[in-house]
């Protein structure tokens, strides 16, 4: 076990390196309703080098190795469950370059969001990048390793759409490039060469991600959020269908909650409309209410209830606190845009057998091709029974996703289980020939994506 250790340490330095008891401990939880799994080892490594000496290692060692982001996808997904090397990628989180008038940026994989949020404020305030609802420590590459959703996933689709290269070390060491940056010639495209992105999805399965080139936008002076009620379900499908074919917002998202109870039974539409002036607010407005929304209006079937308002967005973590005691956990899914009302009332239901108040929300994948439906679960960490209710709820749910026709997002291995269970078998084995080509020790965070 020393052994192990000594290398550790020998490659990022004592301090980087751990094994004692304390500091496994820290690294052993997840947010969301998973046990505690120990690590053997905590490594936390500077730069790809060192990261590649470490894969090196384990991989001649058959020691498992676990890439560590945030810690924030809540499904157990960066937990070590067979032991090994849990790797903590948060010191690699340099900002590399940031080509302003190509809009991108080369970052390591271990940047924050919350960090490169910050820097683009500060030095690049007309630039974005499209930034998920998760805490601000989650990172880059964590989000992407699991095809994340951020603001701009309305106009621009999932974040792992927003890549022009990435630099990846495989599980046996080598470190490969993809995209424009294979070939030298900077880091502006990942296309048009023949596709062999494997990871993304993948959850760390099938190596590590040091390097990504991500897509920036144009960051409007004002943005503001309004807010569109309707009382029957069945018509988000139609107010989003007309909201996306004049293509005004900048984030769509639709959610039902049972708290605060006089707004349950109602659904909500926010709505995020950004500009430099606001006369191109004024105008986007325009075309979304008076020429859109004017007919739900008129029929008394919908309304606006708050426009520019202060009001905060929507969020998840927010539910956390029906159960008190702190603890929720989602099902993610992606879903037809229709079945907005289906999963809505098959939520509540589940919901309400598990005592939990119910929260939904779907946001706005791309021109609504899909979206992301969550159906979130709160829990009180100190009271066994209401975890309990919550890790059944998820497996009923994750059932519920495959009954409806969607696909689990970001499952936990529950989850990724009965989706491929139900996978063309034909897609199934080569994504078990994939792994085995890639990972022939099956080092990388095994327990998850097992196909192998
Ligand atoms: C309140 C709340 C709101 C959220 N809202 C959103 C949202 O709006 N949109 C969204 O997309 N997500 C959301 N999430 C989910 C999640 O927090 C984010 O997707 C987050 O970006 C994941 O990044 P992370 O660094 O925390 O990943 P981790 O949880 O650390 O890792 C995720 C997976 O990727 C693997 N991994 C980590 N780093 C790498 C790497 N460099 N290379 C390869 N594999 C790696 C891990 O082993 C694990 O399997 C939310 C979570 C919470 C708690």
């Known amino acids: 076990m020393n052994s192990v250790y000594n290398a550790l340490a020998d490659i990022v330095g004592e301090d980087y390196a751990s094994a004692q008891i ?3 401990v820290t690294y052993s939880k997840d947010l969301g309703t998973s046990e505690p799994r120990l690590p053997d080892y905590v490594v936390v490594p500077r730069n790809t080098e060192e990261l590649q000496q470490i894969i090196i ?23 070590p469950l067979r032991g090994g090397i849990l790797i903590d990628m948060k010191r690699m989180d340099q900002i590399i370059e940031v080509n302003e008038k190509s809009r991108y940026t080369v970052v390591e994989a271990g940047t924050s969001q919350g960090k490169l949020s910050a820097y683009l404020k500060k030095h690049h305030p007309d630039l974005m990048h499209s930034m998920p609802d998760a805490p601000p420590a989650a990172t880059v590459g964590g989000n992407i390793a699991i095809h994340g959703q951020g603001d701009l996933a309305h106009p621009h ?28 010639s ?5 296309h048009p060469l023949p596709d062999m992105s494997f990871f993304m999805g993948w959850g760390g399965a099938t190596g590590i991600i040091t390097k990504v080139s991500l897509r920036l936008f144009p960051c409007k002076k004002i943005r503001e959020m309004d807010l569109f009620l309707v009382e029957d379900a069945e018509l988000i499908p139609d107010v989003l269908y007309d909201l ?5 917002a ?12 006089f707004s349950n039974k109602l659904h909500h539409i926010s709505i995020f409309v950004s500009g430099d002036s606001e006369d191109e607010i004024e105008f986007k407005r325009r075309l979304m209410y008076d020429e859109k929304l004017a007919k739900y209006i008129e029929n008394g079937t919908g309304g606006i209830v708050a426009t520019a308002q202060d009001i905060e967005r929507p969020k998840t973590s927010k539910s956390a606190d029906w159960k008190k005691g702190g603890g929720f956990e989602y099902v993610g899914s992606i879903m037809p845009v229709t079945a907005y009302a289906e999963c809505y009332r098959r939520g509540v239901e589940i919901s309400e057998r598990h005592d939990i108040p119910y929260t939904v929300v779907g946001r706005v994948i791309g021109s609504s091709h899909a979206m992301m ?4 679960y709160a829990f009180n960490r100190a009271d066994p029974e209401t975890v309990r209710h919550a890790k059944e709820a998820l497996h009923e749910t994750d059932d519920l996703v495959l009954g409806l026709g969607g696909t689990i997002w970001k499952p936990a291995v529950y989850g990724q289980q009965i989706v491929m269970d139900q996978m063309e078998p034909n897609t199934l084995q080569l994504m078990k020939n994939l792994k085995n080509m890639l990972d022939p020790n099956g080092i990388m965070n095994p327990g998850n994506w097992e196909v192998a």
């Open 244 to 248: 996306t074919h004049v293509g005004m």
């Open 186 to 190: 900077g880091w502006f495209t990942q």
């Open 57 to 79: 290692f384990a991989n001649k060692e058959k020691v498992p190795v676990v890439p560590l982001g945030g810690g924030m996808s809540l499904a157990g997904i960066a937990q």
């Open 157 to 184: 689709g999932f974040n792992s759409d927003m890549i022009n290269g990435l630099e990846v070390i495989l599980p046996t060491g080598e470190i490969c490039k993809f995209g424009s940056c294979s070939v030298g």
């Open 22 to 24: 304390e500091e496994l």
């Open 250 to 261: 900048e984030d769509l998202a639709a959610f039902s909650g049972a708290i605060p109870p």
């Open 373 to 376: 439906f969550a159906w979130s």
